[in-house]
């Protein structure tokens, strides 16, 4: 499932609801960040752990994204062969042994 939130309270809705595997977030949204809404999951869904990597043009908040335990961090403009490595990276991860 593919889906797209521009706030806070859209893209916790949305992945609460659905409680993908993978999580694809951008750091700034009009409301907030995403890593209000990782914390809005923590406190709902503790045991919900999916995977994350931010795309984002912040370098500054990797340190912070380490801490939410991001599997990686991809700054914009995106690089292909980054994007490339990293969705391989998760198709390792995801798959069952």
Same mark, same amino acid.
């Given at each position: ?12 809705? %949305?992945?609460?609801? $659905?409680?993908?595997? *993978? ?7 009009? /409301?907030?960040?995403?890593?209000? @809404? ?16 931010? %795309?984002?043009?912040? $370098?500054?908040?990797? *340190? ?7 599997? /990686?961090?991809?700054?914009?403009? @995106? ?19």
């Amino acid at each position: 499932m593919v889906d797209q939130a521009g706030t806070t309270k859209e893209g916790f809705s %949305i992945i609460l609801k $659905h409680q993908p595997e *993978i999580l694809f977030l951008d750091i700034q949204l009009t /409301d907030g960040s995403s890593f209000d @809404i990782l914390e809005q999951l923590h406190q709902n869904q503790p045991n919900y752990k999916p995977k994350i990597v931010f %795309i984002t043009a912040y $370098h500054e908040y990797a *340190i912070r994204a380490i801490k939410f335990s991001a599997l /990686d961090y991809i700054l914009k403009p @995106i690089d292909v062969t980054e994007l490339k490595n990293v969705l391989r990276k998760l198709e390792e991860t995801t798959q069952a042994p």
